[in-house]
Each structure stands twice: as structure tokens, then as C-alpha cells.
């Protein structure tokens, strides 16, 4: 395959591809969070917190002190 066919091909590939992103809208951009809908540093760890505290529970350290 000459160079010219090598970028017809690559031409040809490239415009299918823009048609079908701008036809199915694939893949989705989505807009980055507004300020005020990211969650709170400090709630986040509470929760992390929370979830490993339960984890766990009923487990022992390695001297075998609950």
C-alpha cells in the first residue's frame, strides 16, 4: 500500500469516525460538577470512617487485644 492510499485510509477513517460522534453523540462528554454539588472533604471521610469502623468490628490486632 502506497503512502496516498495509507492517507486516504486514514482520511476516510477519521471522517467516519467524527460522523459517528457527532451522530450518536458517543462518547459522552459530561460537564464537570458545579462547586456547590462536590461533596464535602470532611463528610467523605466521616463516611470512610464509618465504613472501615464497621469493617471491622469483631476483628482483633495482632498482640489480640478486641
Known sequence: MSGQELAALA????????MTR???????LRPAAPPE???DPV??????????KKANQGRTN????P
Open 11 to 18: 482520511v476516510v477513517a477519521l471522517a467516519v469516525l467524527y
Open 22 to 28: 457527532r451522530l450518536t453523540g458517543w462518547p459522552r
Open 37 to 39: 454539588q462536590t461533596p
Open 43 to 52: 463528610r467523605l471521610s466521616g463516611r470512610l470512617a464509618r465504613g472501615l
Open 62 to 65: 495482632d498482640r489480640g487485644d
